[in-house]
């Protein structure tokens, strides 16, 4: 059996050649929704699969959607917000994968149409010259999910080769039950392969 048929599913991918030895280093990106208060669920769950974790946050993110202090010290690292000066050292290494989650409406829309008006935004518009696996959990309700912008945006995200989770709503189920946001798959996808579209190339 390869080597590869026995990594664990979502277990890390090798260090890139170049880079410093030590631990794969995953990019969270977290935005503002009501569900990202459960990052410290993803960033467990990372450090259990053997990744280092640091996190980077929307500037709405940061106005109270999750524990900011509690997740620093989760991952012994500050969250990146807002743009370092030219002096200032950069605080994360390059990522080896990088997962979004929860990703909002806006952030999708955004990203797919090449807006980087934000550190997060900026630093998703750059994966894809990159080339590192980006994984991402939606949370965007069924209304905004059924607007047509939306729709085209996942098409070209997807044709960028990024890889997507069940999409979730938030919406209470029948019963009246909340569904479960499944924080761990977005690990999951990080480990299946996805081909991407050439560069420049709008997707299919």
């Known amino acids: 059996m390869s080597e590869q048929a026995q990594k664990p599913s979502g277990a890390p991918p090798a260090k890139n050649a170049g880079t410093a030895p030590g631990k794969p280093f995953l990019y969270v990106v977290v935005c503002a929704a009501g569900i990202a208060e459960g990052v410290s669920k993803l960033i467990t769950a990372a450090q259990e699969r053997g990744w280092e974790v640091g996190v980077i946050a929307t500037p709405v993110a940061m106005g109270g959607f999750f524990d900011t ?10 969250i990146r917000s807002a743009w370092r000066t030219p002096g200032d050292p950069r605080p994360f290494p390059p990522p080896d994968a990088v997962a979004v989650a929860p990703a909002t409406f806006n952030t999708l829309n955004k990203w797919a149409a090449g807006i980087a008006d934000t550190l997060a935004l900026a630093t998703l518009c ?31 995200l997807r044709g960028m080769g990024v890889r997507f989770g069940e999409p979730f709503s938030g919406e209470p189920a029948p019963d009246g039950g909340r569904p479960e946001f499944g924080w761990e798959r977005v690990l999951d996808l990080l480990d299946t392969p996805v081909a991407r579209a050439p560069a420049g190339s709008p997707g299919p």
């Open 126 to 156: 750059e994966t894809y010259g990159l080339g590192v696996p980006v994984a991402v959990l939606p949370c965007v309700s069924d209304t905004l999910a059924a607007h047509p912008a939306y729709r085209d945006s996942l098409v070209r």
């Open 69 to 78: 202090a509690a997740v620093e010290a989760q991952t012994r690292r500050p």
